[in-house]
């Protein structure tokens, strides 16, 4: 990832564990500048690392206006809140397919264009 050289192995890891639970990218999280082109839904959890340093976590609704959750130069306090409120909108849209932790299916790729 070049957008944020530096902290893009911390964005990547953390939407593969998204991924491995069975969350969507674009779908119910998003990453910017991680997936090129990626279609988003109208309500997701979004994750940016700033050129400060910092990071922020936001919430965009139906509606496509975007709460901030936290900002903070804690990646962990950010990894915390960012998967903890991916999950929660995941398991409204998809239930029990929500995994608790990461396993090794497919099911991944159903939402995220076939990427492996």
Not at 22 to 30: A, H, K, N, P, T
Not at 68 to 86: I, Q
Request: hydrophobic share 35%; no cysteine.
């Amino acid at each position: 990832m070049s957008e944020h050289d530096g902290v893009g192995h911390e964005l990547d890891e953390v939407a593969e564990h998204l991924l491995a639970r069975g969350l969507g990218e674009g779908v119910d999280f998003y990453i910017p500048g991680r997936v090129p082109g990626l279609a988003l839904s109208s309500e997701f959890v979004g994750l940016r690392a700033h050129d400060d340093g910092s990071y922020e976590v936001w919430y965009r609704g139906d509606w496509g206006a975007d709460r901030v959750l936290v900002e903070t130069t804690d990646f962990a306090v950010a990894r915390r809140v960012f998967v903890d409120e991916s999950v929660r909108l995941a398991r409204g849209r998809w239930g029990g397919r929500v995994g608790k932790e990461p396993r090794g299916s497919g099911l991944r790729r159903l939402f995220s264009g076939g990427r492996a």
